[in-house]
């Protein structure tokens, strides 16, 4: 038996090409073949642009070794590709590296017969190609083609076909498979397939003696330049599912492999040691089918169902969770019951694997207590393959719980496989880098780092009942590099990874496992690279990704320019401002702009993803912001600096720059709303609360109003209680509400200056000016002569009037005259 793993393993020796330095960060379009015969050589063409300092491939799992290198040509190299007997059936990923940079990876697949590649004209049923059995053909379908060829076989012969078209990669290609008899009439054909999706397969039985005529074409009949196929023809047995799907890692496990006629062997399988997701399993012997089938290596055991299980009272019983239930929809209106112990609190999931194993099953699973109440169900769910059950449910109390499980449509049959994991939240570390562009998964998706210089990128990790400082773990390196990023702090959920090369470092690279390992020796949890890219997408639809445990990296030449932070004199405050400088050092013929990308801020930062360094300038800022609740703390920054030159992106990152984060000097609330007319001036008032002494006076402005409002600055120091601003506006002052104000105060530290922003969410009105009441008429009176002045008292301070004080003033002194 074999295994195919689809998580991406291990590496491809390399050779290196003297050529001189044109490109960076090559294009990778195609490679002819799409695929080659295990145990063989083959000689590959790999396509794309900035390909002249080709250095050699990547291949993201074992049994691949480059022999040579035949030509090197500006958008296209030729090597020829060791294939070991016991590399795994199906597809795999490759990579281009060159000297100064690595390619997105594309498919290739390894299959159990040899190459043969079609040959037009092969478009007329009366004059088709002559193939055998135990062959793949390569070819390509164009728009309205039809690709014939003639298969010998004797009565009672299996005929067997399965195209690789879709899952090839280059476009969404629906081919269309068939057998014809020589009336031009179908013995057998295949469309799309619930394992394979457009991508068909099956077999027949040759009823008599004679040739019969096997016909490729686009479903719909078009096709195109990038309609690629391999068609394997043979008398193998392809499976649609296998059960059950999956197994406790370790374990020996009995699997039945079935067809879509209900015809299935069995063989015992010895899994790997490890659980593993995404692995494929495959039977062995001539009769072998090209690719495998989904197997969920897990870290718990199976249940399998027992006849008659078709009603509560006849469940069939499994122990408590975690455990995978399996189970086949036999007949159609089949409803399976399983029973198992659950705690009071305890959150499970549930979810189902059918569609995704390859299975028709459109499964319904509902979970139920021992009176027949509903705890939770799911049709439809389960991620890309939708029609798969995904829930999860809270036991409210110890008993016993049953599942039950059907199709939607009450159909059935000896492949409507399915496979419930029930499983309490187990522990678990996964990390990967986030997409950088929308709608893409590879785009600076390798770690190229510059003979030097430094490469830096982002990983998101997802812990699950797993907490503590942990660790990242690469024992094997390409000569010269080095991973600066040592521990993942319990308290983060990202982190920048940077590398960086030796000037000396021979240009090398290859695919490295990465993982992270507890620093508390009681933890054993190992947490892995889960990097999940497309393999076939057509804007929001993807058909299918690939899963990568390891990062492809290489040494690349010397970039032509380097990056620094320059080290702030001061600390960032919480609810503070600080300016992060970036300078570039560029050769001296090098003068294309820079974009510098800051991937990663700690909590409580936050500040733009990118800046440019123009033209010819060596200079950016980035300006750090801060909330309240900002932890103290050092914090590593690096930047990645990423330029085109006019043939191709370099890539160079800064090294590490310490900034310290510290609690803020002073703070304060929100500003009474000050109100005052067009034109006339008043003071806004800011209650400061002064939170650590500092030495000098800090200057103060509030920020946010327009130009033609002229608000004077204010001095703060250690003791101040409150910072008065004078407003003056002008007839030119907008009229109404100016909000989001805030205080800006840059307090004198050791270094400089630290900005602080206080009073947040502060607002000035200006009011339209009133128009004056219509003057009354005089009132003539008797002169009398003035009574004597008596001595004016000591004026009292005068009292700071709001503008609500203020209007109520000004309508009471109305009311007297």
Partial sequence: MNYVPRILTCTLALMLLAQTIHAAYPEFSSTKPNGGQRGTDVELTVTGNRLDDFEGLIFM???????????????????VVGIAPNAALGNHIVRIRTKTGISHGRQFFVGQYPNVDEKEPNDDFANPQVIG??????????????DYFKLSAKKGQRIALEIDGLRLGYLNFDPYIAVLDKDRFEV????????????GYFSVIAPEDGDYTVMVRESSYRGGGNSFY???????????????????????????????????????????????????????GADAPPSGNPFRVVAFDNALEAEPNDEQAK??????????????????????????????????????????????????????????????????????RRLDSKFSVNIPADGSYFVRVTDHLERGGPSFVYRIEIAASEPSVRFASPNYNVNDSHSRQFIAVPRGGRYATLVNVTRNNVSGDMEFKMPALPPGVKLLTDKMPKDLGNITLLFEAAKDAPLSGG?????????????????????EFDVVRSGNTIYYTEVAEQLPVAVVEEVPFSLEIVKPSVALVAGGLLEMKVKATRKADYKAPIRVLLNWKPPGISALGEQTIAEGQTECSFILDANGSTPAGTWKFAVLGESDGG???????????????????LSAPTMALTALEQGKETEMVCKVENLQPFEGEAEARVVGTPDTIQIELAKIKKDTKEAVFKVKTTDKSPVGKHGNLFVQVAVPVAGGTTIHRIGAGSVLRIDAPRKAPPPKPAAVAAATPAPAKPAEPAKAPEKRLSRLEQLRQEAAEKGKK
């Fill in 61 to 79: 799992s074992p049994g691949f070794e480059m022999k040579k290198v035949v030509k090197v040509e500006k958008n296209k190299a030729t090597v």
């Fill in 188 to 199: 057998g054909s295949s469309d799309d397939t619930i394992l394979h999706r457009q991508d």
């Fill in 133 to 146: 059995f135990n062959q793949t053909i390569e070819g390509i379908v164009q728009n309205e083609d039809v």
């Fill in 230 to 284: 391999r068609l394997h023809v043979g008398s193998f047995r392809r499976p649609d599912v296998a059960y059950p799907a999956g197994g406790k890692a370790g374990s020996k496990t009995k699997v039945r492999f079935v067809e879509r006629t209900g015809e299935a062997s069995e063989e015992e399988l010895q899994l790997p040691a490890q659980p593993d997701a995404s692995y494929m399993a495959i039977t062995q």
């Fill in 315 to 384: 469940a069939t019983g499994a122990a408590s969770d975690p455990i995978a239930l399996n189970g086949i929809i036999e007949k159609p209106g089949d409803i399976d019951w399983f029973k198992l112990a659950l705690k009071k609190g305890q959150k499970v999931d549930v979810q189902t694997f059918a569609q995704s194993v390859g299975s028709p099953l459109d499964s319904v699973v509902n979970v139920y207590n021992e009176k027949g109440g509903s705890l939770g169900g799911n049709d439809d769910g389960g991620g890309r």
């Fill in 511 to 531: 695919a490295y496992p990465i993982t992270l390992a507890s620093l508390d020796p009681n933890v054993k949890v190992t947490g892995y690279l889960n990097q």
């Fill in 647 to 665: 043939n191709g992106r370099h890539y160079n990152a800064s090294p590490w720059c310490e900034i310290t984060t510290a609690p803020a000097y």
